[in-house]
């Protein structure tokens, strides 16, 4: 079992930035994949980001790529997701998601999601 937490949320004018942390407990960090996903109101969950077991190789959603930052630390046991340039449309529940079959790559990711999911935390994005 993997335990995942979400912080950083909150309310950001547009054009500024977030990093969104999620904190890991409950397996060996280093031996899964983590991911970010998001849900805007009345819209179906949009896949963000991944990052491989040990940080080597990152996966980013087609319209997420330029503002989206994922990266892991694994001493720290937690996974961050940098946003820059927020627009309004960025508004969403962000997740934190985690899989052990670090054989996985990104694609796979985005199309099914992931086993283990935090609660998220609200970004809200005004203009």
């Known amino acids: 079992q993997v335990q995942l937490v979400e912080s950083g949320g909150g309310l950001v004018q547009a054009g500024g930035s977030l990093r969104l942390s999620c904190a890991a407990s409950?397996?060996?960090?280093?031996?899964?994949?983590l991911g970010w996903f998001r849900q805007a109101p009345g819209k179906e969950r949009e896949f963000v980001a991944s990052?491989?077991?040990?940080?080597?190789?990152?996966y980013y959603g087609d319209s997420m790529k330029g503002r989206f930052t994922i990266s892991r630390d694994n001493a720290k046991s937690t996974v961050y997701l940098q946003i820059d340039s927020l627009k309004p449309e960025d508004t969403a529940v962000y997740y934190c998601?985690?899989?052990?079959?670090?054989?996985?790559?990104?694609?796979?990711?985005?199309?099914?999601?992931?086993?283990?999911w935090g609660k998220g935390t609200v970004v809200t994005v005004s203009s």
């Open positions: 998601a985690a899989d052990l079959r670090t054989y996985l790559t990104g694609t796979y990711f985005q199309k099914y999601g992931m086993d283990y």
């Open positions: 409950g397996r060996t960090f280093s031996s899964y994949s």
């Open positions: 990052i491989s077991y040990n940080g080597g190789s990152t």
